[in-house]
C-alpha cells in the first residue's frame, strides 16, 4: 500500500520560511517523479513544482526563485524549501508520485498559512 506522509505545515507570518517533507511507502522512491502541489482556500488544486527521478526541478512561476524542492532517495523523502512567504502562499500543500499531469498516488496534505 502506497503512502505518502507530509509534515512541516504552520502558520509563519510574511516573509518567514518553512520546510515540508513527504516520507514516502509502498514504492519505489528513487524511479518516482515526485511534486508538490496546493489548493489555496476557494481555488483548485495547482502544481508547485516537481522533481524528477533524475533530480530536473520545475517550478511555478509563482514560486520560482523563493521555492526549492529536492530529494533524498536514500530516506525516501522530498522536500519543499519554501522562502520569502507571502500570504498568497496560503494553502493545503500536497505531495504526490507519478505522472506530473495525473499522480498514482497522493498524501493527506499539511496545511500552511501565511499571516500578513
Known amino acids: 500500500q502506497v503512502q505518502l506522509v507530509e509534515s512541516g505545515g504552520d502558520l509563519v507570518q510574511t516573509g518567514g520560511s518553512l520546510i515540508l517533507s513527504c516520507t514516502a511507502s509502498?514504492?519505489?522512491?528513487?524511479?518516482?517523479?515526485m511534486g508538490w502541489y496546493r489548493r489555496p482556500p476557494g481555488k483548485r488544486r495547482e502544481l508547485v513544482a516537481h522533481?524528477?527521478?533524475?533530480?530536473?526541478?520545475y517550478y511555478a512561476d509563482s514560486v520560482k526563485g523563493r521555492f526549492t524542492i529536492s530529494r533524498d532517495n536514500a530516506k525516501d523523502t522530498v522536500y519543499l524549501q519554501m522562502n520569502s512567504l507571502k500570504p498568497e502562499d496560503t494553502a493545503v500543500y500536497y505531495c504526490?508520485?507519478?505522472?506530473?499531469?495525473?499522480?498514482?498516488?497522493w498524501g493527506q496534505g499539511t496545511p500552511v498559512t501565511v499571516s500578513s
Open positions: 504526490a508520485a507519478g505522472k506530473v499531469n495525473d499522480p498514482d498516488s
Open positions: 509502498g514504492i519505489i522512491f528513487s524511479t518516482n517523479t
Open positions: 522533481i524528477t527521478s533524475g533530480g530536473k526541478t
